[in-house]
């Protein structure tokens, strides 16, 4: 039971454009969502997150949008640059006693071109 | 400040036969998570740990997993009698907090192989 998926295994964008990639999950309890960055060989970092009471939450290059009636989110990175290229991971928590519990979607390779 | 250590980084293993996996935590989190990544996945919580408690194990499958963070020392993983099926990446977290999320910091992972 896959409770936060990311349908898009890869995304291509040319390096000054915008890059949206997208999750969607099916547990309503989720109510704090994360997005980690990911490069062969290392371990996840985090990037950004957003709390369910908010639907937009930006650092930098960095946004991310919250629609929770879709249970959707999305990550939009402006402009994109050749070192974003990673596999980018979302993922959920239900906050209350999960222990911070991570469910992660399947990640999404981005590759920015100069 | 180091970051979180796992090793070995890399572990070999025959069918039958046992993988201790390490993790050192963040200076000062006491806070201790265990991810797998198996091939073309995302990371599957296993275990989430205190200092010689362990809080929630939900993830673990029932048999050959085990897990603990004592007093002294690093975390450990450990598989006994290994299956090819446990062939994968398995990532530590620490956190200096109960409940913590974005102030997860993740180690490099354990890629084990079994053959």
């Known amino acids: 039971d896959q409770q936060v998926k990311q349908n898009s295994p890869s995304l291509s964008v040319q390096e000054g454009r915008i890059s949206i990639l997208n999750c969607d999950y099916t547990?309503?309890?989720?109510?704090?969502f994360l997005w980690y960055k990911k490069y062969p060989a290392e371990g996840p970092t985090f990037l950004i997150s957003?709390?369910?009471?908010?639907d937009k939450n930006e650092d930098g290059r960095f946004t991310v949008f919250l629609n929770k009636s879709a249970k959707h989110l999305s990550l939009h990175i402006v402009p994109s640059q050749p070192g974003d290229s990673a596999v980018y991971f979302c993922?959920?928590?239900?906050?209350?006693?999960?222990?911070?519990?991570?469910?992660f979607g399947q990640g999404t390779i981005l590759t920015v071109h100069p | 400040n180091a970051g979180v250590m796992q090793n070995p980084r890399h572990l070999v293993r025959r069918r039958g036969q046992e993988a201790r996996l390490r993790c050192s935590p963040m200076?000062?989190?006491?806070?201790v998570y265990w991810y797998r990544q198996l091939p073309e996945e995302g990371l599957k919580f296993m275990v989430y740990?205190?200092?010689?408690?362990?809080?929630?194990e939900s993830g673990m499958p029932k048999e050959r997993f085990s897990a603990e963070f004592p007093k002294e020392g690093p975390s450990i993983l450990r598989i006994q009698q290994v299956v090819r099926g446990d062939s994968a990446a398995y990532f530590c977290?620490?956190?200096?907090?109960?409940?913590?999320?974005?102030?997860?910091?993740f180690g490099p992972g354990t890629r084990l192989t079994v053959l």
């Open positions: 200076k000062g989190h006491s806070h």
């Open positions: 977290a620490s956190s200096p907090y109960i409940g913590s999320t974005d102030t997860q910091y």
């Open positions: 957003i709390s369910s009471i908010k």
């Open positions: 993922a959920a928590s239900e906050g209350g006693t999960s222990y911070g519990k991570l469910t």
């Open positions: 740990l205190q200092k010689e408690n362990i809080i929630d």
């Open positions: 547990n309503s309890m989720f109510d704090y």
